[in-house]
């Protein structure tokens, strides 16, 4: 579930601001301060709730049905094998944390595993049913609507857990996620995350030659927040240095076995908020992290 950060001229579509344009209800408005995890779980549920018909709208067609991709560099674990080899996923028990319309966890049922998707957006969810009931097939894939913060598993409940840009980039906390995802891992299992590559928060988010001039400090670690009138907020992202990530998967109780920055390839060429073939092509926009549960 790919989301792009950007301080935005205009609204966010299908927020209550960008429905109803009025003085009683402004657009909400961009600025960095700190949200707690309450406020950024809320944020991010409405955000999502909101959005996700516009999302999949977008961006459905890249993601594809049924294909794991981990972000916007298209780049395919078909191809990279992150989670292991494809032939080793049946029978695994799998858990997708930010499953969105569950598009990873839809590839891996199609390789024999035992996937559960988990969404703290209902409407995403909803989306996941709609691609199954079009395709008029029963995909086997449990959906939950959870917080990744509080996993309503037991504990050893999987034999590999991965996200595709979920839930860890919209946390306050993030080491709580990674330890609520080594709970509910059996020992030996894989965890496979990616996220917004830390650099680009010095960056403006724009795809054209005005994204190439560092405008902030890399170090900055406050969030990134849009709030209406009272000051709510209406979405939130965190940023975490590259360091910052390596410490929070070790503080969670994890090995990192790999660090990929893919590189943007030359058959892609959309656009996609902040990520561009001509920013792909000179700086890292994804980082994924291959970690192992000891």
Same mark, same amino acid.
């Given at each position: 579930?790919?989301?792009?950060?950007?301080?935005?001229?205009?609204?966010?579509?299908?927020?209550?601001?960008?429905?109803?344009?009025?003085?009683?209800?402004?657009?909400?408005?961009?600025?960095?301060?700190?949200?707690?995890?309450?406020?950024?779980?809320?944020?991010?549920?409405?955000?999502?709730?909101?959005?996700?018909?516009?999302?999949?709208?977008?961006?459905?067609?890249?993601?594809?049905?049924?294909?794991?991709?981990?972000?916007?560099?298209? *780049?395919?674990? #078909?191809? =990279?094998?992150? %989670?292991?080899?494809? $032939? /080793?996923?049946?029978? &695994?028990?799998?858990?997708?944390? @930010?499953?969105?319309?569950?598009?990873?966890?839809?590839?891996?049922?199609?390789?024999?595993?035992?996937?559960?998707?988990?969404?703290?957006?209902?409407?995403?969810?909803?989306?996941?049913?709609?691609?199954?009931?079009?395709?008029?097939?029963?995909?086997?894939?449990? *959906?939950?609507? #959870?917080? =990744?913060?509080? %996993?309503?598993?037991? $504990? /050893?409940?999987?034999? &590999?857990?991965?996200?595709?840009? @979920?839930?860890?980039?919209?946390?306050?906390?993030?080491?709580?996620?990674?330890?609520?995802?080594?709970?509910?891992?059996?020992?030996?299992?894989?965890?496979?995350?990616?996220?917004?590559?830390?650099?680009?928060?010095?960056?403006?988010?724009?795809?054209?030659?005005?994204?190439?001039?560092?405008? =902030?400090?890399?170090?900055?670690?406050?969030?990134?927040?849009?709030?209406?009138?009272?000051?709510?907020?209406?979405?939130?992202?965190?940023?975490?240095?590259?360091?910052?990530?390596?410490?929070?998967?070790?503080?969670?109780?994890?090995?990192?076995?790999?660090?990929?920055?893919?590189?943007?390839?030359?058959?892609?060429?959309?656009?996609?908020?902040?990520?561009?073939?001509?920013?792909?092509?000179?700086?890292?926009?994804?980082?994924?992290?291959?970690?192992?549960?000891?």
């Amino acid at each position: 579930m790919v989301q792009e950060h950007e301080p935005r001229d205009a609204p966010a579509p299908g927020t209550p601001a960008a429905d109803d344009l009025t003085p009683e209800n402004p657009e909400p408005t961009a600025t960095r301060r700190i949200a707690d995890d309450t406020e950024s779980s809320r944020a991010s549920r409405g955000w999502w709730d909101r959005n996700a018909d516009d999302y999949q709208d977008e961006h459905g067609g890249f993601l594809g049905d049924d294909r794991f991709i981990w972000g916007p560099e298209g *780049l395919d674990e #078909a191809e =990279a094998g992150l %989670l292991g080899p494809a $032939d /080793g996923l049946k029978g &695994l028990d799998v858990l997708e944390v @930010g499953a969105g319309a569950a598009q990873c966890a839809r590839w891996l049922a199609a390789r024999g595993a035992r996937p559960v998707a988990l969404d703290l957006s209902y409407q995403q969810l909803r989306h996941a049913r709609r691609i199954d009931a079009e395709a008029g097939r029963v995909s086997g894939i449990a *959906l939950v609507q #959870a917080d =990744a913060t509080a %996993l309503p598993f037991r $504990d /050893g409940s999987f034999d &590999l857990a991965c996200s595709a840009y @979920g839930a860890v980039p919209f946390v306050a906390d993030p080491v709580r996620v990674m330890r609520e995802v080594r709970r509910v891992l059996r020992p030996g299992a894989r965890w496979v995350f990616s996220v917004s590559h830390p650099v680009r928060w010095a960056f403006p988010d724009e795809p054209g030659p005005e994204g190439l001039s560092v405008a =902030a400090s890399y170090f900055d670690r406050t969030p990134y927040v849009e709030q209406d009138e009272a000051g709510r907020a209406v979405y939130v992202e965190h940023h975490r240095t590259l360091g910052d990530r390596v410490r929070d998967v070790v503080a969670g109780g994890f090995r990192l076995v790999d660090l990929l920055e893919p590189e943007w390839p030359a058959w892609n060429t959309q656009e996609w908020g902040g990520w561009s073939p001509l920013r792909g092509n000179l700086i890292p926009g994804t980082a994924i992290f291959v970690c192992e549960r000891d």
